[in-house]
Each structure stands twice: as C-alpha cells, then as structure tokens.
C-alpha cells in the first residue's frame, strides 16, 4: 500500500506564498484601515460619539490613519516579491474570465485561478482606487480652501458614500478569509499546503509550461528534510 504524508506522520509539503515583507505590508495597512474605519464611526455614529468622547483626538486619528494608508505600500515597493505580486494583481488573464463565469453556476464549475484568483485581482484594482478617492475628497474636507471650485458639501457626499462602500467590501473580504483557514495560514505565516494551492490555485501550484506568466519564482514546495519549511513542531516558518 502507497504511505502518504499523513499515514507517515511526515508534513504536508508546503508551498511560499507571501514573504515577511509582503505580510508586514497587509498587517500595517489592515491595522491602518481599521483605525481610519473605527475613528469614522466614532465621528459619525452618535452613541458612539457620546461613549468615546474626545472628539478632536479621534477627528486627528482619523485624518492621520487615512493620509498614512498608503505608506506600507509604499514602503513595500523595496521588497522584489511584492512589486511581482502587484503585477499580478495587475494583469487579468484570458483563464480569469473562466473563473468569473464560474461564479453563476453557484463555484460548481471549473474556477482556475494563478497565484491571485479574478476576485482577489477585481479587489485590489478597486481599493487601490478607492482610497485615493477617500484621500482627496477627505483633503478638501480638512482643508476646504484647498480647491474653493469644488463645494465641501460635495466632497463629504463622495467621501461618505466611498466610505460605504468600502466598508461593504471590506466585510465581504473579511467574512471570505474567515471562512478560508489555507488562506489565513498563508497571510499569517507565509506557507500554504500544496493541497490548498491546488485546489483553489492551480495554474500558481502547478503552472502550465506554456504559461511562463504563472510562475512564481518565490514559490518552492519544501519537503520535510528542508528545515526552512516547516519547524520541529511541524509547524511552518516564517
């Protein structure tokens, strides 16, 4: 009979999927985001207003959790993996459209996905966009002579409306993570099971050799005699 990793007692093969520095990058921006979100509702929800108090410190939160948003990206552009996984994040491919179209059969039929699957890529390309727009339009709310053609009324109307919707989108993609434990693992420790990758990643874990596009040189499959896989408690490293 064929011994698998499990009737061994040997680790599942693993695969990198984010670096440290591309982990620092979505740990900072999240941490940024949730205090720009929490501030606003502090700001603009009346109980929680009157619970907080203090409303110049958390209008300053506010303004600073915002403007410093873009920052770990920025930052984040030194790292060779991160500025590869922006592009990407940054290019839907012809097998994308194949995923999108298996979304109406309820995810029944065939979903292939690279290293970032169309949703993930529809995702980035949207906040990416947004938050400039929340940036602008919270600029001319802080200083409103900034463009005096431009009514304030009508930056708060952008800047609030985008802020609706970001916070939708952001529940939808924090309520997806929550139900993905393969993913979690790979945002919060690096790794990923190969198995994971295979099933919601295939063309990233195993990539066609005509496809030179879907080739990560960051990924390797460790095995258990490669230390840097996987710790002595089995676990993976960093």
């Given amino acids: 009979m064929t011994s698998t990793a499990g009737s061994t007692g040997a680790p599942e093969p693993l695969l990198r999927r984010f670096t440290r520095a591309e982990r620092l990058v979505h740990r900072a921006t999240a941490g940024l ?3 720009c979100g929490a501030s ?3 700001l603009y929800v009346t109980p929680l207003a009157e619970l907080v108090g203090r ?3 958390v209008m300053v ?3 600073w959790s915002g403007l410093l948003l873009p920052v770990p990206l920025l930052l984040g552009l030194a790292s060779r993996a991160l500025r ?3 592009g990407r994040l940054n290019r839907l491919a012809p097998y994308d459209r194949e995923w999108l179209r ?6 029944r039929g065939p979903r292939p996905a690279g290293k970032f699957n169309a949703g993930q890529k529809i995702w980035a390309g949207w906040i990416a966009g947004a938050v400039p727009v929340m940036a602008g339009t919270g600029l001319l709310m802080w200083f409103g002579g900034l463009l005096p053609w431009i009514p304030r009324r009508d930056a708060i109307l952008v800047h609030d409306l985008t802020a609706l919707a970001i916070a939708v989108v952001v529940a ?3 309520r997806l993570a929550l139900r993905d434990p393969g993913a979690r693992r790979g945002m ?3 790794w990923v099971t190969r198995r994971w990758a295979r099933r919601h990643h295939p063309r990233w874990a195993d990539p066609p050799v005509t496809d030179p596009t879907a080739t990560d040189p960051t990924a390797t499959e460790p095995t258990a005699t490669e230390p840097t896989a996987t710790g002595p408690d089995g676990r993976a490293g960093p």
């Fill in 40 to 42: 606003a509702a502090c």
């Fill in 102 to 107: 298996g979304l109406r059969g309820g995810g």
């Fill in 61 to 63: 939160a506010h303004q």
């Fill in 84 to 86: 590869a996984d922006l």
């Fill in 172 to 174: 939808g993609h924090v």
């Fill in 188 to 190: 919060r420790t690096g």
């Fill in 33 to 35: 985001m949730l205090l």
């Fill in 55 to 57: 409303r110049h410190l």
